[in-house]
């Protein structure tokens, strides 16, 4: 990482061991741009939760997420995210309503997203969600045995990293720095938890043309143009 300011250096201090080297960042008031200096292209993404156009496709209410991760009662209250990331699909569960904790392995991922995070809770119109997120800096399998507790979530969220398509077309600049970052890490025994641990539903993000990641059927299946959400129900009687 080349730190560009003061600031910088202070947030990112006793990170440089896990940094890499093609990685710089600007701080903003509102989140971070990241730069991957890479050839033949280098990749320039804004992380940012506060966002104008991000912010404005979260409060969307019919995204396919977001069914998913509820029912027809409303009645799911708490999330549990294993596989965080930028923390994208976290926060827009946080603008409508619910609560959720979001859990990231990876060290630097986790700090620009926590970064990111307590610069949307210092703005106004994205305060009330993120004050509804909550970052954790753990191994998703060692947090499910440790410290969540069966029944705490009524659902358990997993996005895991999938490889690249065969196609030519590359992913998003977010996804491909990403991927550079950071991996799966035991995605089976994480599915296999939180079907222990979810009082209510477990749900798997995937792209809409790949082959499923676990023998169990899901119970439902919610699908956007190039991703699907597999709902597994927990409890036999939750409506849908």
């Not at 809770?121 to 997120?133: C, D, E, F, G, L």
């Not at 800096?137 to 069966?150: E, G, I, N, P, T």
């Not at 992913?171 to 296999?192: M, R, S, V």
């Amino acid at each position: 990482m080349t730190a560009k300011s003061g600031r910088e250096s202070e947030y990112f201090q006793g990170y440089s061991g896990i940094l890499c080297d093609d990685l710089r960042f600007e701080m903003l008031g509102d989140g971070l741009v990241i730069h991957l200096e890479q050839q033949p292209n280098n990749i320039r993404y804004k992380h940012s939760y506060s966002e104008h156009h991000f912010f404005k496709r979260a409060q969307q209410s019919n995204q396919a997420l977001l069914k998913a991760c509820n029912n027809k009662q409303r009645s799911i209250k708490t999330v549990l995210d294993l596989t965080g990331g930028w923390g994208m699909d976290s926060f827009i569960l946080a603008c409508h309503g619910q609560t959720v904790t979001c859990i990231e392995q990876n060290t630097l991922v986790h700090k620009i997203s926590a970064y990111s995070l307590h610069c949307a809770r210092a703005i106004k119109h994205s305060a009330m969600a993120a004050n509804r997120v909550e970052m954790i800096h753990a191994d998703s399998v060692d947090y499910l045995r440790k410290h969540a507790k069966s029944g705490v979530y009524d659902c358990i969220y997993l996005d895991p990293m999938f490889p690249d398509h065969k196609s030519s077309a590359k992913p998003a600049k977010g996804l491909q720095i990403l991927q550079k970052l950071t991996h799966n890490h035991d995605i089976q025994t994480c599915f296999e938890l939180a079907l222990a641990k979810a009082s209510k539903r477990v749900v798997v993000k995937s792209p809409a043309k790949s082959v499923a990641l676990f023998e169990d059927k899901p119970d439902l299946v919610y699908r956007e143009k190039t991703i699907r959400f597999e709902v597994f129900l927990i409890a036999s009687h939750e409506n849908y």
